[in-house]
């Protein structure tokens, strides 16, 4: 008995000793408020935080209720389960001040009712995935003070931001960035995102931004934009802020900004201006191309139809506006921005006016092999410019919700271009024993101006019965661009003992005269044919009209330019009727969606030549089918696969071209036996993301073929002349692949982001090549690209912030004409950056890039341009918003302009002047007052 009392009282003292190193539990009750039920036997899982490794777990009783004791202390996850219901997942701790967790009563929700969402309690998660959108939570990520969106974006897995500010997204472009819904200086992202700050961001979404069309409907119609989406918080959308930046420089640089944002309830107020000659431009990578008529000079038709070519590559070779790196910059641009809600939210406006100029004088050199059956021509050629450009667009979008179940949406912009152009070119072309084969001298010196006016017009209708609708669209777009200037050229033919064979002077005054005007409209409807399948309908009725005057007058006396050369000289009248009808079946259940049609365009097209009083009629049919397949295995994980087709209908320059002469070595020829070809897409993309493991992962892959491809045929003469002309390909198919894979996670132990990506691209294309045998080979070029990246990222807040992307390729390029001049080879990518936070508010920063383009048989030459920028900043008063600056751009002077590219037989290299080592020293101010006036 003693034995049993001393057993007893030994096993009392072993758990209450147990349980005093043990003393922490959670307890709570697992319930749906909508039926007012609890969840019987739902799973209450325990995981360690560190790792998300399971440490206990156990089921809810009858009544809903939970509890687990004896825990140690320590950082977990709860996640909680039932079938049919959302999962629950809660971070929480145990320790000395906090022994016994309770979570009272949760309340689950099942997965139809949460509209693609992902309950988070506590820390929300890095990244939702809600249908075929994934969105960030910025405050899962370190920011500095006075970061900006730019900043916040290079620390988002699968998302890239090179110098420019142009963004890459999960392998694909970002062409337009809005802020909370809303256009923000229409499509310029980098004011966005360079100005932005980035302690203002609550979300960033990235989508596919479907036409208004689909957004209505829900039927994809193959109109998508890569699109970023930046939700403010809350408390950032009543106040203002801004920043004030100015630097200047050696050698004669500078840079200047100014910047102004008020935000109040549903309104916002911007306006910004730039100035410098160091890149920052201030036109976004994508807008800079859209300002005044969408940056081209081409008349075009829609649906695969007919187009007049006006711009570059013309007889005046017109300067579009457009900077990449070539030449040094000098820009001056401003805008402003207004968008606000009233009327209950019923109605809105969205307006911007920007105005700029750039200007942009450089020298580039280019190295060219053409591969021919019987010979190599090596072409090397000088060019000098000097361009200028200024313009001015305003565009407005009204929209107004007419009662509770029709809109209206009304978009009107206009835009003024104004051009000078000037292009000096020395070129020599070599045959493959290095003797002069041909040589050119080549003047350009024009201007111009071009006027645009757009506006559009789209209507929607819900009707009585859930889901039947329809909606309708009209637009109007009118263009009128004019240039007049000289070309003057000295060409030339070589003997094989380098003796003159033939010259061609050319020195003539041009004048050009393009306009156009095209009216569209479209008509859709849709009908729910069961809860699950819909059809959708569409008729669109478009008219085209335009017209290109060309005269290039030869001189009749010294400087008077009078004498019409007709076979440089065209009057084109075109008109297109354009009859549009398709059909589009949509089938949403459960976890799929599956949508399958087809379009059908009837397109007439006439054009009458006046100078020749030569008329052209065609008619034609473009099939246009798509089908898309989509399954969500669950809230964080989707697959898709689409298949487009579309008939490429030949362009009037391909079928009767328009003859210029700008270049004497290479001249177009028009083909009116073209038949039209056929391209065929499939493309697949999947996303998954685990919300407890930070991990994620995005595949996608994209296979296209061509029937009946549209090609060239070459035919060079033994002086070096090449003439082009358009035809089908015959029993040969080109086809086109890419594939993308990137996988990124968080290494706990290093509290380390990190990812790993993969990309494959390759293409084949087929063209006719004729030498001096007189015999026309068909060239097959194959050309690839595979690459493995690897991207880091770590911060902490005031300490350090370091992040670190790139890996090496492998480029393949291969003629069958010349297979041993190849241009296969190595490259690599690399970049990083990194902010040290010192005493005394001095931050020292850096960052890096290099690029490595190894030597081939074509180009027996390693180029490695590595660019090292470091500045040293000190800020002041608490905020940090006062900053000065010293800053080193390309340190080691090594910037060189360089680039090398395939294109059917002919590999091509080009080196360029382009901004190198300078040292600037910077003021900048940023300042705030947001909320509820508190000072920033």
Not at 549 to 573: C, I, T, V
Not at 836 to 848: N, R
Request: one cysteine or more.
């Amino acid at each position: 008995m003693k034995f049993i009392s001393l057993a007893t009282l030994l096993s009392l003292c072993f758990f209450s000793s147990l349980f005093a190193q043990n003393p922490y539990s959670i307890k709570g009750i697992v319930a749906d408020t909508a039926n007012n039920s609890k969840l019987h036997n739902a799973t209450i899982s325990i995981l360690n935080s560190k790792d998300s490794t399971l440490y206990k777990f156990t089921r809810a009783t009858p009544t809903g209720t939970f509890a687990i004791n004896s825990m140690r202390k320590g950082n977990f996850i709860l996640l909680l389960t039932y079938p049919d219901y959302a999962d629950f997942v809660s971070t929480f701790t145990l320790d000395s001040t906090k022994s016994v967790v309770d979570f009272k009563q949760i309340n689950m929700k099942l997965k139809a009712t949460l509209l693609n969402e992902v309950i988070i309690k506590g820390q929300a998660a890095a990244i939702k995935i809600k249908g075929d959108t994934t969105e960030f939570n910025a405050g899962s990520y370190t920011i500095q003070p006075n970061d900006k969106v730019e900043d916040l974006l290079k620390k988002f897995p699968g998302m890239q931001v090179d110098k420019d500010g142009k963004i890459t997204a999960q392998g694909k472009t970002v062409s337009k960035v809005l802020v909370d819904g809303e256009e923000f200086f229409g499509d310029d992202p980098t004011l966005v995102t360079k100005n932005l700050r980035a302690d203002m961001v609550d979300k960033v979404q990235l989508f596919e931004k479907s036409s208004d069309q689909a957004t209505f409907t829900g039927v994809d119609d193959g109109q998508k934009t890569t699109t970023l989406n930046i939700k403010l918080k809350e408390d950032k959308k009543s106040g203002y802020f801004g920043k004030v930046d100015g630097g200047i420089g050696t050698d004669g640089f500078y840079e200047g900004q100014l910047m102004f944002n008020k935000f109040k309830a549903k309104q916002k107020f911007s306006i910004y201006g730039i100035s410098s000659n160091t890149g920052k431009i201030g036109l976004g990578w994508e807008d800079r191309n859209k300002y005044g008529s969408s940056g081209g000079d081409n008349v075009e038709f829609i649906d695969g139809g007919m187009y007049i070519s006006g711009g570059g590559g013309d007889d005046l070779d017109s300067y579009g506006g457009s900077y990449y790196g070539e030449g040094i910059p000098r820009a001056n641009t401003g805008g402003a921005h207004y968008d606000t809600k009233w009327n209950d939210d019923k109605e809105s406006i969205n307006t911007n006016y920007k105005i700029g100029s750039l200007g942009v004088k450089g020298t580039k050199n280019t190295l060219n092999q053409n591969n021919q059956p019987d010979r190599i021509i090596n072409s090397v050629s000088d060019q000098t410019t000097d361009n200028f450009i200024f313009r001015q667009k305003l565009d407005v979008t009204y929209q107004i919700k007419l009662d509770t179940t029709s809109n209206l949406k009304i978009m009107v912009d206009g835009g003024l271009k104004n051009n000078e152009t000037f292009l000096d070119v020395k070129s020599i072309g070599r045959r493959g024993d290095s003797t002069i084969l041909n040589s050119s001298i080549r003047t350009i010196d024009n201007e111009g101006d071009e006027s645009s006016f757009n506006a559009s017009a789209f209507y929607t209708k819900k009707l009585k019965k859930l889901g039947r609708n329809y909606s309708i669209s009209v637009s109007q777009k009118i263009n009128e661009k004019n240039d007049e200037g000289f070309l003057k050229s000295d060409n030339r033919t070589f003997n094989e003992d380098e003796t003159s064979e033939t010259q061609n002077l050319i020195d003539q005054f041009k004048t050009n005269r393009t306009k156009s005007s095209i009216f569209s409209s479209n008509i859709t409807y849709n009908e729910p044919l069961t809860k699950s399948l819909a059809l959708v309908l569409n008729y669109g009725l478009s008219f085209n009209n335009s017209s290109s005057d060309r005269k290039s007058l030869n001189q009749s006396a010294p400087g008077r330019y009078d004498a019409l050369d007709l076979e440089f000289s065209n009057d084109f009248d075109a008109n297109q009727l354009i009859n549009q009808g398709g059909a589009v079946f949509n089938y949403k259940k459960n976890k799929t969606i599956l949508t399958w049609g087809t379009k059908v365009s009837a397109v007439k097209f006439d054009q009458y030549e006046a100078y020749t009083k030569s008329s052209y009629d065609r008619s034609f049919i473009n099939w246009i089918p798509q089908a898309s397949y989509q399954y969500k295995f669950s809230n964080q994980k989707s697959l898709r696969f689409n298949y487009n087709g579309n008939t490429n209908q030949p362009t009037v320059d391909q079928l009767q071209p328009i003859r210029v002469n700008t270049d004497d070595f290479n001249i177009p020829e028009g083909n009116p036996n073209l038949k039209p070809s056929y391209n065929n897409s499939f493309s697949i993309n999947y996303n998954s993301y685990k919300v407890i493991s930070n991990q994620g992962i995005y595949l996608s892959g994209r296979f296209g073929f061509t029937n009946n491809q549209i090609t060239n045929s070459t035919t060079t003469s033994a002086g070096g002349k090449s003439v082009y002309k358009a035809v089908n390909l015959v029993d040969e198919t080109p086809i086109n692949y890419s594939a993308y894979l990137d996988f990124n996670r968080k290494i706990k132990g290093l509290d380390i982001n990190a990812g790993l990506s993969f990309n494959v691209y390759g293409r084949t294309n087929y063209n006719y090549v004729t030498g001096l045998s007189n015999i026309t080979q068909i060239n097959k070029t194959t050309t690839s690209s595979y690459s493995v990246s690897l991207s880091l990222y770590k911060s902490k807040e005031k300490k350090y912030d370091f992040q670190l992307y790139g890996g090496p390729s492998y480029n393949k390029s291969q003629t069958s004409l010349q297979p041993d001049q190849n241009n296969d080879g190595y490259s690599a990518y690399g970049s990083g950056s990194f902010t040290l936070f010192l005493p005394g508010k001095v931050q020292l920063k850096s960052d890096a890039n290099v690029e490595y383009t190894g030597k081939t048989k074509s180009f027996n030459e390693d180029v490695t341009v590595f660019i090292l920028n470091s500045s040293i900043v000190k800020s002041f008063f608490k905020s940090e918003n006062l900053k000065l600056s010293i800053k080193g751009n390309d340190l080691l002077n090594q910037n060189r302009g360089f680039s090398r590219r395939a294109n059917n037989n002919n590999i091509t290299q080009e080196s360029y002047i382009t901004i190198k080592r300078f040292f600037m020293f910077s003021l900048t101010w940023d300042f705030s007052k947001m909320g509820a006036g508190v000072k920033k």
